[in-house]
């Protein structure tokens, strides 16, 4: 079975730093998978926040965190990471790690969650000002 878990969210002051661990476990992670992080505020709908095509260094970024977040994956540790600086209160939120099937296409911007099958429980991120 194949299992996506988060770590790192928390508490901390608009300005602050925060970096999201997706464990993932079950198979290996390879090259040219499709992942990504959403978010999801209370009342809000979910939106995509960040993806990779693991290896080659290919991303998108939603405007609302580009130049604050970073994207970055670890093959050998089989684990995705979110680097979040220059944190603001609108980036409180749940965050989930997500993946697609492996061999389908991933074509980045769009973050259509009905395109991602495997999905981690959640992190909360709360950022106070």
């Known amino acids: 079975q194949v299992r996506l878990v988060e770590s790192g969210g928390g508490s901390v002051q608009a300005g602050g730093s925060l970096r999201l661990s997706c464990a993932v476990s079950?198979?290996?992670?390879?090259?040219?998978?499709?992942m990504g992080w959403f978010r999801q505020a209370p009342g809000q709908e979910r939106e995509g926040v960040v993806e990779?095509?693991?290896?080659?260094?290919?991303?998108w970024y939603a405007d609302s965190v580009k130049g604050r977040f970073t994207i970055s994956e670890d093959i050998a540790k089989n684990t995705l990471y979110l680097q979040m600086n220059s944190l603001k209160p609108e980036d409180t939120a749940m965050y989930y790690c997500?993946?697609?099937?492996?061999?389908?296409?991933?074509?980045?911007?769009?973050?259509?969650?009905?395109?991602?099958?495997?999905w981690g429980q959640g992190t909360q991120v709360t950022v106070s000002s």
């Open positions: 079950g198979v290996r992670l390879i090259y040219n998978e499709c």
């Open positions: 997500a993946a697609k099937p492996y061999g389908g296409r991933c074509l980045l911007g769009y973050m259509k969650e009905n395109e991602y099958r495997d």
């Open positions: 990779i095509i693991t290896g080659g260094g290919n991303t």
